[in-house]
């Protein structure tokens, strides 16, 4: 069973970027929606008392019946709820354990935040940009639907949501313009807290 905590800050919190109306759909429908389908799926089964992050890392032991619902809204849940924790306007990425590995990683965070912006932009169809650690290296993954790195066993950092639902009332067509204006309203202190939790 995964409790859906209510969204930690106002639906018009996050504006110009993104507008109230995508973050009510997103949330109320969207995320909901997902939590509603993973919890109605793993009921009665012994999945239900562990933690998602554990359920996605064993997709290959659940029952077939259950396996795909698990999988799009289990991984839902978990790209969504990292994804709307991680945004805040007005934090910059400072000197940290996190910038210090990004330049090790990527050579610069310019480097770094070209080829973020690359593979968010030019994934074909619905999917996320994730920024993950693999074996104390940073890599930047696309994923397809709503697949997440806890399925590879990899440990996601920050994720990037680029469906056409996380945009399309605001942008329309223009997924680029949606890609540049998130990268403005990254809480770099979250993502810095996950990558120094994820090394301990
Ligand atoms: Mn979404």
Known sequence: MYKLEPLSYSYDALEPVICSEIMQLHYDKHLNGYATNYNNAIKDTKWDN???KDVLANLDQLDNNI???VRNNGGGVANHVSFF???KPGVELKDSPLKEQIIKDFGSVENFLEEFKQKAT???GSGWAWLVLDNNKLAIKQYHNQDNPYMDNLI???GIDVWEHAYYIQYKNVRADYVNNIFTIIDWDVVNNRFE???K
């Open 67 to 69: 396996k795909n619902t």
């Open 85 to 87: 924790a991680s945004l």
């Open 50 to 52: 562990m933690d998602l």
């Open 156 to 158: 996601p950092l920050l």
């Open 122 to 124: 030019t994934l074909f």
């Open 197 to 199: 939790e994820a090394c």
